[in-house]
């Protein structure tokens, strides 16, 4: 079960990367940034590893990744610019959107001002929806595209690097190969239950905007 639940996520982003290149991480990274469940937490570590064989060019890889970001937000950032937060709190169950991350978003812009789309873009969960407050906002976009893709770079480039070295110690450290056998099982149970958590928190929400 662990095992079929894993592999179905990693061969769509390992075709979809396999298939079409750097075309292929910034994709994902649209598909991420636009408020759809598929983390780069996954996506960005994958395509490193892809750099340690020599395939990819780990600042590419970075840039396509930010540029995918700023692909995606732009989705986004219409809905919540043409749609308000109503439209986002009757329909965005349908793609898992949690009203509270989006609440978390809302209070980091509203706090922090357009600047937050920069520093949001560092911060897990917060980034995948910020993008959302700043089009109800109607902030400039040009500022938004700007602080987008500025925020989203370091983030993808510490992932794929991330990704790379664990590549590199793949092929070269038996040990670390070794070790990885040993507890295979346990980091397969871990990222099972991460999967889970994230499915049932956000069903729950959704359940409760229902019945509200």
């Known amino acids: 079960m662990t095992e079929k639940i894993l592999a179905i996520v990693a061969s769509f982003i390992v075709a979809t990367i396999s298939v079409s290149g750097y075309a292929g991480v910034a994709l994902l990274m649209a598909i991420e940034s636009a408020c759809i469940p598929l983390p780069s937490e996954v996506i960005m570590p994958f395509a490193g590893y892809l750099v340690s064989t020599g395939r990819f060019n780990l600042f590419f890889v970075a840039t ?57 873009r560092l ?19 040009l500022r938004f595209h700007i602080y987008t893709f500025v925020g989203s ?11 790379m070295k664990l590549g590199q110690q793949w092929d070269t450290n038996p040990a670390f190969k070794e070790a990885f056998h040993r507890f295979h099982l ?27």
């Open 64 to 120: 396509a990744g930010a540029i995918g970001c700023n692909l995606g937000s732009v989705v986004a950032y219409w809905i919540g610019a043409w749609a308000g937060r109503p439209f986002i709190e009757r329909f965005g169950k349908f793609v898992l959107i949690d009203v509270h991350d989006l609440d978390r978003a809302t209070r980091f812009f509203e706090k922090y001002g357009s600047i937050t789309v920069l520093i949001g």
């Open 186 to 212: 346990a980091v397969e149970i871990a990222l099972l239950a991460g999967i889970i958590w994230f499915l049932w928190t956000h069903l729950k929400s959704r359940n409760r905007t229902s019945e509200a």
């Open 153 to 163: 770079w370091p983030w993808c480039f510490v992932l794929a690097y991330v990704g």
């Open 123 to 141: 911060l897990p969960v917060v980034r995948t929806f910020i993008a959302l407050p700043a089009g109800i906002a109607r902030m400039s976009q």
